[in-house]
């Protein structure tokens, strides 16, 4: 199984930023996908989760500026990040872990997101 993100970068607070991360070794279309962060020196934080049959959940702190959405087809689950804060400032995994569950399942490499004026 692998899974790889992309679109991460640097951006002013209040930008946007859209990740991807493709998916590859597993049947894409049955696994509930989420996103997860870590900052440096502090544990992972679960951030949204999207169900095999789209469900979709948010953490409070990102409800209302993210949106995760998927596509089967191209076996890749999407992070659209607009009204950015300094506070989301961190990797950004992909994972197959469930709803508010930062451990389990499969996990990519992570794509940097750096919020800073």
């Known amino acids: 199984v692998q899974l790889v993100e992309s679109g991460g970068g640097s951006v002013q607070p209040g930008g946007s930023l859209r990740l991807s991360c493709a998916a590859s070794?597993?049947?894409?279309?049955?696994?509930?996908m989420s996103w997860v962060r870590q900052v440096p020196g502090k544990g992972l934080e679960w951030v949204s989760t999207i169900s095999s049959v789209r469900f979709i959940y948010y953490a409070d702190s990102v409800k209302g500026r993210f949106t995760i959405s998927r596509d089967n087809a191209k076996n890749t689950v999407y992070l659209q990040m607009n009204s950015l804060k300094s506070e989301d400032t961190a990797l950004y995994y992909c994972?197959?872990?469930?709803?508010?569950?930062?451990?389990?399942?499969?996990r990519g490499q992570g794509t940097q997101v750096t919020v800073s004026s």
């Open positions: 994972a197959t872990s469930g709803v508010r569950a930062v451990t389990g399942g499969y």
């Open positions: 070794g597993l049947t894409f279309r049955n696994y509930d």
